[in-house]
T-cell receptor
Framework: DTEVTQTPKHLVMGMTNKKSLKCEQH?????MYWYKQKAKKPPELMFV???????INESVPSRFSPECPNSSLLNLHLHALQPEDSALYLC????????????FGSGTQLSVL | GENVEQHPSTLSVQEGDSAVIKCTYS??????FPWYKQELGKRPQLIID?????GEKKDQRIAVTLNKTAKHFSLHITETQPEDSAVYFC???????????FGRGTSLIVHP
């Protein structure tokens, strides 16, 4: 299995809602990432988990809360988002130990109304 | 930190022509250079990568070259096809980091 699976594919939420994005991989990768991407722009790193511990937080607002329940799962909890948070949210994983190849999920297209 | 410049931002070619996308990086410690292709509405996918101990790598119609001295690397696509139309991102990272710095992307349009 060389897939990173993300759900849901599309999400529309109001500014007072709470929702969660989910990501799963079964490649045995020990690093998992959340990226935010605006149309035709490069992915912007948000968070990195390494061996299930948060290793990088790129000064992301607290309305985004990551969680790594186990080595295969990654969640992103959303609360009180702003319209400018509308974007494609991509999960990725990589096998640490010298192989830096990133495997991306298909993403969640998020619209905040 | 690392800075990656990518040119051009848009590239329009006729089917069958070659396409070249160029990137420069700033950190001489960077040693891994992947290229990702992202079709409209889809995920970025790694298409080719090169490490700093290699000067060139080929995979069918695509190739990547690296000039460590000048700190630049390029993607070459020969015999372009309409399905090559996508946004291409270069990236650079250094060993132990696993965090690539992306270029701003090149939108490649291949006209039939």
């Amino acid at each position: 299995d060389t897939e990173v699976t993300q759900t849901p594919k599309h999400l529309v939420m109001g500014m007072t809602n709470k929702k969660s994005l989910k990501c799963e991989q079964h490649m045995g990768h020990r690093a998992m990432y959340w990226y935010k991407q605006k149309a035709k722009k490069p992915p912007e790193l948000m968070f990195v988990y390494s061996y299930e511990k948060l290793s990088i937080n790129e000064s992301v607002p607290s309305r985004f809360s990551p969680e790594c329940p186990n080595s295969s799962l990654l969640n992103l909890h959303l609360h009180a988002l702003q319209p400018e948070d509308s974007a494609l949210y991509l999960c990725a994983s990589s096998q640490q130990g010298g192989d830096e190849k990133l495997f991306f999920g298909s993403g969640t297209q998020l619209s905040v109304l | 930190g690392e800075n990656v410049e990518q040119h051009p931002s848009t590239l329009s070619v006729q089917e069958g022509d070659s396409a070249v996308i160029k990137c420069t990086y700033s950190d001489s410690a960077s040693n891994y250079f992947p290229w990702y292709k992202q079709e409209l509405g889809k995920r970025p996918q790694l298409i080719i990568d090169i490490r700093s101990n290699v000067g060139e790598k080929k995979d069918q119609r695509i190739a990547v070259t690296l000039n460590k001295t000048a700190k630049h690397f390029s993607l070459h696509i020969t015999e372009t096809q309409p399905e090559d139309s996508a946004v291409y991102f270069c990236a650079a990272s250094k060993g132990g980091s696993y965090i690539p710095t992306f270029g701003r992307g090149t939108s490649l349009i291949v006209h039939p």
